[in-house]
């Protein structure tokens, strides 16, 4: 497996990835990229000068995984956005390669953090289905994963939850904020 740019001459590769990203996230996240216009206009926009665009493919240049990145901040945070890995080869160490990669690249355009949303609307964890208020922060350092989320995926990556937005996403399905610095030891040093 190599991890190289996207890029937008590369019309397989964005048919490959327009297609990974609807099945990726059609089980959890309903309402993201739900058809092929939607998908692939997300690809299209990951093309942008503030944008950052990876993909893994293996020997045969088969999409095995995408992550993008977004400047913000005037550079000094990027927000991870998207990351999907074809199912048929999760838990293979590809999404923690991708993340790492992107974190290289943001670092390298001067990226100090990385940040990502990654909500809860099937009740995944312990913060949905619930009024977080006013003591969204308590609820925050219980939080228990309960049918898998993504959250301690990135937890293993380095990241750490920063907040929720509360009801982001409808009552009781919060987004839940999670971000690592590029620069400083996981000490915070």
Not at 13 to 32: D, M, P, Y
Not at 78 to 99: T, Y
Not at 130 to 140: A, G, M, T
Request: charged letters at 25%.
């Amino acid at each position: 497996m190599q991890i190289i740019d996207l890029q937008p001459d590369m019309q397989e590769a964005i048919a490959q990835t327009t297609t990974l990203l609807i099945e990726g996230f059609k089980q959890h996240w309903k309402t993201a990229w739900t058809d092929l216009d939607s998908a692939l206009e997300e690809v299209h926009e990951s093309f942008g000068a503030d944008r950052i665009s990876r993909i893994a493919v293996d020997e045969s240049g088969k999409v095995l995984g995408w992550i993008g990145g977004i400047e913000q901040y005037d550079g000094k945070v990027w927000e991870l956005h998207p990351l999907v890995v074809d199912e048929a080869h999760q838990g293979q160490g590809i999404g923690r390669s991708l993340v790492n990669d992107l974190s290289q690249r943001a670092r390298e355009r001067g990226g100090l953090t990385l940040w990502v949303g990654t909500d809860d609307e099937d009740d995944m964890t312990s913060l949905a289905g619930k009024n977080l208020y006013p003591n969204v922060f308590d609820h925050i350092a219980q939080i228990q994963n309960l049918k898998g989320h993504p959250y301690e995926f990135y937890q293993k990556c380095g990241f750490v939850i920063v907040g929720v937005v509360p009801d982001a996403n409808g009552l009781g399905k919060p987004d839940i904020l999670m971000a690592k610095s590029l620069v400083r030891g996981r000490s915070g040093s």
